[in-house]
């Protein structure tokens, strides 16, 4: 048997140095049927077809031209507990833009977060258009090709991308050498997504907003519940802007309001969360007599790193990270307000007690947050006798592992399936080849369906006849053959997923829709020289700078991305009276207070809850916010009982006794 493909092309390479390649977007008829198997790991106690259901919902990309390019949506329905749920179910509306509600974990995570909410209602979640299961708008396939060939020295194809770099340097004439790669990269990525068909300025949130009343209609659902976190309360505002009598009610979460020029407000997202715990420590006696004066202190402390770093024991390293630090720097104390985005509770508890400690140069406390040893649980004694506490341990314990168990059966389950077993049978032959041929073949598979042709079965044909020869093509080509149209689906799914366990780029956002609403919807209503304005008069510029830089690229990344900017009557505030609950926390660091409160603007039937030690996403991580939220949507019309915020205050860590 001959392993070794015949002739390694690269279609991706091939397109990289033609750039105007263009294919008409041609009308397409539904090719699958509504139910399909689920295209992910299943979370545990989930069955397929009895509490959970997934689907295709087929939609035309543009809307003004309902016969022209169809795009396939993937939904899935948590069907409720009840035995006679009621008629108007929970829409949710994921996070972004380009977030998967589909993916594994994040359906998990949904699983969870609404398991009160599915005692009396269905939920639906959605990939929304241009994410992860819903014609997925991913970077990823092009990155790899620029980082792992284009872009390697050692490699025959090494200065393909010079003169777009080029372009690209008379455009920025200062920008780094990095940045003018990193834009060329994804210069091409729109251009190779044009070439498939795209035209991503459809990829846009009044689409959403339609898209989720057609679904939820074809359904047979006639009122909905809306709950949006982060980007997904500005797409709720939208459908209440533009559906107002499909909605029922309403929860927004970390809220981004229509109006909000992003671009100039976030770059003090960091500060405000600080200065919302330096507020909290003022209002508790014992941590204001602690540490008085903390903001001008702060200040103080962080231009004093600027010029004299703090330098540590010895290194320490980050969670998620691989590269050590072996000081404290003010970036480093930015980085650890972001980081009590996710742990609000714990690292704004520590916050004036690190102050303190780095004024003096102790690192201890500091470092402890920044690897998180300093949260770690410790073990539970040794019990003698058993007691409740015993067995409740016990119970929980034997739950965790059941679900372990659950998840290796649904994830044995999804790796059975012809899609991912022929997908497997590519990576082995890949595993056989010198590392040039792997790394060419790899990235032939990466990138298949992302140039001109469609993501169908002679798409998967024809990558097989260019790539391989003898008994593997034939046995490769006779899987494809024997697929169904789902299965065949499915295969890019699974490309996908593979792609980004490589190179998670289009892991948690998709890279393609991020941009392509981000440029339309968000870049136009903000101005560079406003955003530099108020950076310039922050209290605290270091909690800032990685905005700055941040918002800089987004401007210029958006200035050629290919898409039209949103109308003027977009962005302006939502005017509702539909029932509707604000969540946001004190110490979101991704969308402030202020963004909070700028959203009951126009919301006359609004109920505004701020949650102290909370971050992004309350009802992620707060049982309060999910008790807040399960009794508003039984009943929107009466005020909740927001008393479970008052447990939420933070408990400051004490210096030592003297």
Sequence with gaps: M????????LPLLAFATALAAQIPALAQTPRYPTVIPC???????????????????????????????????TYAVLHSRSLSPAPDPIMDLRGGPGGSTLEASALETRAVIYESLRQTRDIIVLDQRGTQFSNRLGCAPVALLTLGVLLD???????????LVNQMRSRFPNASDDTLQNYTFFDLCARVLENHGNDLSHYNTPNSAQDVVNLTAALGYDQINLYGISYGTYLAQRIM?????????????STVPLQANKYELLIRDLEISFLNLVEDCEADAACRAAYPNLTERTQALLNQLDESPILLPEPITPPRQTTPIDRITSAEFANLIQAMNGRPRQIAAYLPLIIHELEQGITTTTAGAITGALFASEPPPPTLEPSPEFYRLQARDFQAKAEDVLRAQATAAETSRPASRWVQQVQSVANTLPEPDKTLLLTNLYGVGYESTPRDRNTLLTFVAEEFE??????LTAAVNAMSEVEVRHVYDVVAALTDSVLPLDGEVTTGMFRSLDCREQIPFSDPAKTQAIYDTMRM?????GRLVAAQQAYDLCSFWPVEPAPASEHVPVNSTIPTLVFQGRYDVQTNSDMGRMMMEGLSNGTFVELSSTGHGAIVASQCAKDIGVAFVNDPDRTPDTSCTAELFPTFVLPPAQ
């Design 2 to 9: 001959n392993l070794l493909p015949r002739n390694i092309s």
């Design 39 to 73: 295209p992910t790991v299943l979370p545990p106690n989930e069955i397929e077809g009895k509490t959970i259901t997934c689907g295709v919902f087929t939609v035309p990309e543009n809307y003004a031209k309902p016969n022209g390019r169809q795009i396939d949506l």
């Design 153 to 163: 020295p050692s490699s025959p194809y090494a200065g393909t991308l010079d003169p």
């Design 241 to 253: 802007t533009n559906h107002p009598d499909r909605v029922r009610s309403v929860v927004l979460d």
């Design 470 to 475: 003898g008994d593997t093509a034939a046995t």
């Design 541 to 545: 510029p270091q909690l800032g700078q």
